[in-house]
């Protein structure tokens, strides 16, 4: 048997270079301009415009701040046009916690106590942000409490409610 000729493979090494450096791109197009220019900015007017999501809001009785899950329908009725023992009335909402100020208030109204408060209102303009828009309830007054429903079935947070009564309310805008 012969043996057949080796083959002799050169190894050819790529020379060794340095990477190249990026350059930024040159903003030539009216695209390119476009993109990096910067967001006009818009008017008072023009952002009173846009609706406002009714998720963030904040709640005052009187100084102290109150934490509600959800505030009812605000309203203002004409007293000469509506019945006179009617009373304008809103439901705050929240979650059961170990603070009892809900149901001391209507406690001492049922009681006969003048507790008279002014509740504010404040709709925020986002999650955290100014308030948009500040109704102020004058004359508020405690006149129900809700408590929990219990269901062992049910998986949900324990709520209260109270309704109050109010003598007047004001409406401002932007602060």
Not at 6 to 11: A, D, K
Not at 17 to 29: F, G, L, N
Not at 51 to 74: W, Y
Not at 90 to 109: K, P, Q, T
């Amino acid at each position: 048997m012969t043996k057949s000729p080796r083959r002799r493979v050169s190894r050819v090494r790529a020379p060794k270079v340095a990477p190249a450096k990026a350059r930024p791109a040159k903003a030539t197009s009216v695209k390119a301009r476009a993109a990096t220019a910067r967001a006009p900015r818009i008017s008072a007017d023009a952002k009173a415009a846009f609706p406002l999501p009714k998720t963030s809001f904040r709640v005052f009785i009187g100084p102290e701040e109150v934490h509600v899950a959800s505030v009812s329908p605000l309203h203002l009725a004409d007293p000469e046009f509506t019945d006179p023992d009617l009373r304008q009335t809103v439901i705050l909402r929240r979650a059961v916690s170990g603070s009892r100020a809900f149901y001391d208030w209507n406690l001492a109204c049922r009681a006969g106590k003048q507790d008279i408060r002014t509740v504010t209102v404040a709709l925020l303009d986002s999650p955290g942000g100014k308030p948009a828009g500040i109704w102020q309830l004058t004359g508020a007054k405690a006149v129900r409490w809700t408590g929990p429903d219990m269901d062992a079935m049910a998986d949900e947070i324990a709520m209260e409610e109270l309704e109050l009564t109010y003598d007047s309310i004001a409406w401002r805008s932007r602060t």
